[in-house]
């Protein structure tokens, strides 16, 4: 399988010409994905697809190092940005990097995550897992790039590449 993402070709080379055209990636994998919506997709060939054109606050490099996407940095014991409470509990703190912004302009915000939260967690949604999220308590925004996820228990992958934004100013009537 050959699957190509077009967006603005204006039909110049192609796949089958032997070049790429303008503004398309092409990438080959050996099955067809099940779904390039990341709450609905559980196969490998989504993830490969939803990876190339999704972001998260942090993502996994080839050598499995933890590494800031959207983040400034991951939240560590060290730099403050993970504590544990007590209780059993944790928080992380995410300072979001300015300059992320969807397709219409609108700025990506913690917002967006929380709102991303917000969709999993609401019942009657068929998303294919709510493991993660139903580990967290809570989820704040003290100002737009700032996410704070408070976590119930310890949780080994609170630092990690768990949380990704939808844009809520579009989803968000829908919703309600």
């Known amino acids: 399988l050959l699957l190509a993402f077009a ?7 192609s796949p089958k010409s032997g ?28 993830a490969e697809i939803r990876g190339a054109i999704f972001r998260t606050l942090a993502m996994r490099d080839n050598t499995l190092a933890l590494r800031p996407v959207m983040a400034e940095e991951i939240p560590t014991l060290e730099n403050g940005g993970l504590r544990l409470l007590p209780g059993g509990g944790m928080r992380s703190t995410w300072k979001i990097r300015k300059g992320y912004k969807w ?12 709102f991303a939260h917000r969709v999993i967690m609401t019942k009657g949604i068929p ?7 139903r580990r967290i308590e809570k989820m704040e925004a003290p100002d737009p790039y700032t996410l704070v996820v408070t976590w119930k ?5 609170a630092n990690d590449n768990v949380h990704f934004p939808l844009p809520r100013h579009i989803l968000e009537p829908v919703l309600k």
């Open 127 to 133: 998303v294919i897992t709510r493991d993660v999220d």
């Open 153 to 157: 228990q310890r949780f080994a992958r």
């Open 7 to 13: 967006a603005g070709c204006d039909g110049g080379d």
């Open 19 to 46: 070049g790429a055209a303008k503004n398309e990636v092409v990438i080959g994998i050996g099955q067809e994905p099940d779904s390039l919506d990341p709450l609905f997709g559980e196969m490998m060939a989504g």
């Open 103 to 114: 397709d219409d302009g609108t700025p990506v915000t913690a917002g967006d995550f929380i």
